[in-house]
């Protein structure tokens, strides 16, 4: 029978969830989670728990929510927390915090990272989004013994899927983190039976997935169709119609072309066709105008007039 460990679970967003659930059911022992601390949101700046602590308790897990690992007093106490706990195995995914070197070599076989790319590619804090921003056709989720850089350490386990043309970044959220439960659990699974042949990145093939600023997202329609229809996946566009900041949630390439010096401008408001810099067009599928409802754009024409030769625009008019 193979060895169950010990193993400290740190990780925050909705994507580290289906991880712990695959732990806490596989058998091993969850000792404790380790997890960012709660923020205030909506009006009432109510205190929330992170997804991953409200996962924890479903479990009756210990929870712990030091303010940094690296320096303080929160991070004297969280490395005596973990020396008394002694655990087997540290598994890190989407925490938010970088562990120290203390930390890193704590546990008998170390630290295991869940990374949502295929390393070496699209390291850093936002590979999901990246890779649909430049048009990728497949990604996929890595484990890695992890190291004191920056998802830089030794690959263990590898899966790949591949990317929908019109598969928005939550879409493809939902699957890589799903998968990335098949892989912890393999990983571990290797972990205990000694069958991990790590493998060293290669540096020069590297990429950097840095984190997404908010201006990104105003859509000018100068720019290809393709790359237009990437940025709407990708992070939600958004650009301005009759004076209103319009949210541009889904969207889908057009057959239609249209004269490049139409670029921004609606070529058929039956389906909400917008042309763009290169000659080719977009179909807007689902929107959201300044103080209103997300619509898919049928619904979205029949509440509002949209005429052939109205003009998305980079900046308020």
């Known amino acids: 029978m193979a060895e169950k460990l010990k193993i400290v679970f740190m990780g925050t967003p909705d994507f580290s969830v289906p991880c712990l659930h695959a732990l806490a059911k596989s058998g091993h022992r969850v000792q404790a989670v380790f997890t960012q601390p709660d923020k205030p949101k909506g009006r009432g700046y109510k205190l929330i728990p992170t997804p991953v602590k409200a996962a924890a308790g479903e479990y009756g897990i210990p929870v712990y929510q030091p ?14 927390v973990l020396r008394e706990l002694q655990p087997d195995l540290i598994v890190v995914v989407a925490y938010g915090q970088i562990l120290p070197v203390e930390v890193l070599e704590l546990p008998r076989f170390g630290c295991v990272n869940i990374h949502a790319s295929l390393l070496p590619g699209y390291r850093g804090a936002a590979p999901i989004q990246w890779c649909i921003l430049n048009g990728e056709t497949e990604t996929g989720v890595t484990s890695m013994q992890m190291a004191q850089g920056l ?23 939902d699957r890589l983190s799903e998968l990335g439960a098949e892989v912890l659990l393999e990983t ?33 329609f100068s720019k290809p169709a393709q790359q237009i229809h990437n940025l709407i996946r990708g992070i939600t566009g958004f650009a301005f119609l009759g004076g209103r900041r319009h949210k541009l949630l889904r969207s889908a390439m057009s057959h239609r072309t249209a004269a490049p010096e139409l670029a921004g401008t609606i070529v058929d408001a039956a389906t909400l066709t ?3 810099g290169d000659g080719h067009c977009i179909r807007i599928l689902e929107l959201q105008a300044e103080g209103g409802k997300r619509l898919k754009t049928e619904d979205f024409l029949r ?5 052939n030769g109205m003009k998305f625009e980079t900046e308020v008019l």
């Open 67 to 80: 303010l940094s690992l690296r320096k303080g007093e929160d991070a004297r106490q969280a490395l005596e």
């Open 151 to 173: 998802d830089t350490g030794d690959m263990l386990i590898a899966r790949s899927l591949a990317i929908g043309p019109e598969e928005t970044s939550s879409e493809l959220h």
């Open 188 to 220: 571990v699974e290797g972990i205990c039976q000694g069958t991990l042949t790590p493998v060293p990145q290669d540096d020069a093939q590297s990429s950097y997935a840095s984190m997404i600023r908010k201006e990104m997202s105003r859509i000018d």
């Open 274 to 276: 917008v042309a763009c």
């Open 303 to 307: 509440g509002n007039s949209i005429e």
